[in-house]
């Protein structure tokens, strides 16, 4: 059983930064795509970041420039480092992770809150 787990959300204030973790309880290797989305109170599950099945990433636009992926295949373990936080970054974000066969599995989530 695959297992996702977020975490690194808190409140900060607008132009603070925050790191998420997403800790998978088997080798990210095994993983053909993995990433990072969000879902914002009334507002639909979107894309923030993720790692292509082709080894490279791709970003919403308006995270651009703010928003950077990383992984650590030692830890199993993939990063979203957000920096130039605003009030609309405001969401729960969760990790995704597809297996080769189609399979899906999503974390349980970690909030995150811009606001003054």
């Known amino acids: 059983q695959v297992q996702l787990v977020e975490s690194g959300g808190d409140w900060v204030q607008p132009g603070e930064s925050l790191r998420l973790s997403c800790a998978a309880s088997?080798?990210?290797?095994?993983?053909?795509?993995m990433g990072w989305y969000r879902q914002a109170p009334g507002k639909e599950r979107e894309l923030v970041a993720t790692?292509?099945?082709?080894?490279?990433?791709n970003y919403a636009d308006t995270m651009k420039g703010r928003f950077t992926i990383s992984r650590d295949y030692r830890k199993n373990t993939v990063y979203l480092q957000m920096n130039s936080l605003k009030p609309e970054d405001t969401a729960v974000y969760y990790c995704?992770?597809?297996?080769?066969?189609?399979?899906?599995?999503w974390g349980q989530g970690t909030q995150v809150t811009v606001s003054s």
């Open positions: 995704r992770a597809g297996m080769p066969t189609g399979a899906d599995y």
């Open positions: 088997v080798s990210i290797f095994n993983f053909r795509a």
């Open positions: 790692f292509t099945s082709g080894g490279g990433t």
